[in-house]
């Protein structure tokens, strides 16, 4: 092996959006090591910029077509907080519904189709389903039900519009509910078998210290609401989030690095495990004891064991809201537009979405700011990369270094195009 290596990953494989890696090692040690985005700035802040605030939800969730609950809930979250606007129980009820299908469609998708083909040794899941075409077909089950659920609140699967400032446009009937509820029963063995599937298969030991950060609620697991708290003793409401999270920009990405007091972080569904593990319901506990299945953990691996941990979780929580199911006298209350700042905070499936809007009296957006989980991924991706090349074996041949690198970009299931939002742009004319 020569002394200088280089390794290009143009495109990154399986993953939302495009990117890039670049590698280079000189005598066993890394010298260079950059995960470029260079999809160009999609400036959905600016995007937003003298709108009313009722087209701010259906704005937003063209931010991403895996995630725009997500996107829906951390604005329309930050809308009422500048309002005033307290949404109901049975509002917040149904979010927590509405989130249930997003984290089941993404995670199975995640699981299934981008990060196990990496661990059992295939190129793609097509490959993987001729091996395992019932564990394939399981996956489907699971992200259909969720896609279910999001098209019940958002009238359809991608980029929904049934969501508004106060709840919903439209209440489901008791009817909706109860067929989705006979498929939410019928799910929990495949969560059951998902997870015991999981356990049979062999992950690398991908063992460091890092932080985990996420929302943190004293009596659920986290979906709209809580605390910003990590594993390291950090505990601060969403509006002090700029006290300690810092967003810099760096040369070779259009996406900004975000750093928790100059330090990366993680965010995510391990983070969220970590964190809020004594928040699973029982069963949760019970099978993974049985199976000897540990968190919080620091196998970064263990982030496919998250994954389907909150699938599992959001059945039974599914379950839980829909059995108590009633129609409400009024889907949504109206919004009495002040001007203010808010701020919004809500757990997406790949992590902690972080939003500030800053509204006027006709309660149109004067400023919006958007900080995605991928980018304050970013840096812990690249972090993760440096610590896990150097025990993997920097001495190893270019393919299998590369392919271990795709590998550990994948685990974090990182939506590129999410990030794409803050560029400094310096002209300078003659």
Known sequence: MSNSISINVPILARVEGEGALELGIHDHKITKLQLKIYEPPRLFEKFLEGRSYTDVLDLVARICGICPVAYQMSATQ?????????PSPWVREMRRLFYCGEWLESHSMHIHFLALPDFLGFKSAPEMAKSYPQEVRRGIRLQSFGNELIKLFGGRSVHPVGACVGGFYKAPTPGEINVLLEKAKARVEDCEALIRWLAECSFPDNSHDFTCVSLYHPTEYPFNEGRLVSNHGLNISIEEFDSYFKEKQVSYSTALHC????????????????????????????????LKIHFPSRNMYHSIFARAVEIYFCVLESIRIMEQYELPKEAHHEAKPRAGTGFGCTEAPRGTLWQQIQLSDEGKVQSARIVPPTSQNQARIEEDLRLSLVQYGLEKEEDLLRAYSEMIIRNYDPCISCSTHFLTLKVKRK
């Open 78 to 86: 930050a809308i009422e907080h500048c309002f005033g606007l307290q």
């Open 259 to 290: 750093l928790l007091q100059n330090k990366p972080y993680l965010v995510g569904p391990l983070a969220r495990v970590n964190n809020c593990f004594g928040h699973l319901p029982v069963p949760i506990h019970l099978l993974l004891q049985e």
